[in-house]
């Protein structure tokens, strides 16, 4: 398993921006990559995945055209840009990795890395 860590999180007005970024320990080339997140009082929730080679992507309904993911095999980083931010986007969000997959899959489930989580605040 990698260790993942994320960056990036704060507070920041509706309607703004964030950019998270996510660090591995190592290679993560070969795994799918997701962003998680965790409302107070509700399931953590995927927001967005990108495969292995960074060509496809997918994204909760709630988040599409608000939010781009990608990903720097390189320098096994992934990235979570966020704009037109809500306060409903509040939440605690989390980096995973999803070792058991194919290459243009974007799975939804079966991660087995976890970042300890960054708090997104929106609010006025």
């Known amino acids: 398993q990698v260790q993942l860590v994320e960056s990036g999180g704060g507070l920041v007005q509706p309607g703004g921006s964030l950019r998270l970024s996510c660090a591995a320990s190592?290679?993560?080339?070969?795994?799918?990559m997701a962003w998680f997140r965790q409302a107070p009082g509700k399931e953590r929730e995927v927001v967005a995945v990108?495969?292995?080679?960074?060509?496809?992507?997918n994204f909760a309904d709630s988040v599409k055209g608000r939010f781009a993911i990608s990903r720097d095999n390189v320098k096994n980083t992934v990235t979570l840009q966020m704009n037109s931010l809500r306060l409903e986007d509040t939440a605690v969000y989390y980096c995973a990795a999803n070792r058991r997959t194919v290459s243009g899959a974007v799975p939804t489930s079966g991660y087995d890395s976890w970042g300890p989580g960054t708090q997104v605040t929106v609010s006025s």
């Open positions: 990108i495969s292995q080679g960074g060509t496809v992507r």
């Open positions: 190592g290679r993560i080339s070969t795994f799918a």
